[in-house]
């Protein structure tokens, strides 16, 4: 009884009651809430006119992102998840962990239709492999070219990574029963396998490959915030494989109203606007101002590929084997 009429003194004063600020926390990957990712400028943005306390919680990469929500369950603490993508959409849905959105904006801005009722996506992009034009004199220009060559790569790990993943299918697409041939014959071409994007950028940047899975707007990203212009994406004939990264409310929030306003936020202006200097990728929804200079100049893949969300995951498992066999011999 004491303590109930302490905790009661505690938040009322001059006859006034004092309600908490609800925490609303949101899980997503590493390099987003770095200090030159999106998440402390959308943190601020967002906790202007939420009256709430933002908390991004950095999970890894993306594809680690489901494997805790996996492990959490229903005792998850996320009211949000941010950072998944298509390749992982249906394997995320089969938790039941998600909960629907209150419905799809009307400007999206994606290179193709979007109707799932769960995930709303927030950027999207394509995978490429990144090289210094000052050491990689004739990157391959396809596929084949770079199976063919001695060209060094380092890549992530498809099972912790989502540009990983994204190489799986990537590889699946172009070659289908005979990926297994091609990782059998790309395995020597690689120095290294990383956990995540961050730590595989970071050793190409230090010279440990001539070549890094990234994306094609990865020289974006050097050209505005270094002016650098050494950095290019390979573009390959076969085409490129593509990312729609997505997020979602959890079914347990305890602050779902608070989550769906998240989810709002995220298609205005305040949110697509940070994502192109910041993320690095394409916004899903248009910015007022248009997309910066670098980004409508760069050299764009003239065939998209991707595979339907609900086909992934039996392929995925398959290209997943194929690749582990691969790297161990």
């Known amino acids: 009884m004491k303590r109930s009429l302490l905790a009661a003194a505690l938040v009322t004063f001059g006859g006034a009651t004092w309600a908490e600020t609800p925490t609303l926390t949101v899980y997503t990957y590493d390099s987003f809430v770095s200090d030159w990712g999106p998440g402390p400028a959308i943190e601020a943005a967002f906790e202007e006119t939420c009256g709430c306390d933002l908390v991004f919680v950095g999970a890894g990469d993306g594809a680690a992102l489901l494997s805790r929500m996996k492990l959490e369950g229903a005792r998850t603490k996320a009211d949000v998840v941010l950072g998944l993508d298509t390749s992982l959409i249906a394997n995320a849905k089969a ?13 999206l801005d994606l290179p193709i239709e979007w ?47 989502t540009p990983g993943l994204g190489l799986l299918l990537w590889v699946k697409e172009i070659y289908g029963d005979r990926a297994a041939e091609a990782w059998e014959t790309l395995s020597p071409r690689i120095v290294t396998v990383t956990k995540g994007w961050s730590e595989a950028y970071g050793m190409f940047l230090e010279g440990e490959a001539d070549m890094v899975l990234s994306y094609t707007t990865s020289p974006a990203y050097h050209l505005i915030a270094e002016e650098d212009d050494t ?5 390959f004939d076969e085409g490129h494989y ?37 993320n690095w990728m394409y916004p899903a929804v248009l910015p007022f101002g248009g997309l910066p200079e670098e980004f409508i100049a760069e050299n764009k893949p003239e065939k998209a590929l991707l595979i339907p969300v609900d086909d992934v995951e039996s392929i995925r498992k398959e290209a997943l084997a194929e690749w582990l066999s691969a790297l161990s011999q």
Do not use: C
Request: hydrophobic share 50%; net charge negative; proline share 6%.
């Open 231 to 235: 950095k290019a994406a390979a573009i």
């Open 115 to 161: 109707s799932d009722d769960v995930f709303l996506p927030f950027d999207w992009g394509y995978f490429a492999f990144v090289y210094d034009k000052t050491v990689l004199l004739n990157a391959p220009t396809s596929f084949a070219a770079l199976l063919e060559s001695d060209v060094s790569i380092i890549i992530q790990d498809p099972r912790s990574s």
């Open 242 to 278: 593509m990312q729609i990264e997505v997020a979602a409310k959890t079914a347990g929030s305890k602050h779902g109203v608070l989550a769906d306003e998240f989810l709002d936020f995220m298609m205005s202006d305040a949110f697509q606007s940070v994502i192109p200097t910041t």
């Open 95 to 107: 938790t039941g962990l998600f909960a629907p959105h209150n419905g799809i904006p009307a400007d």
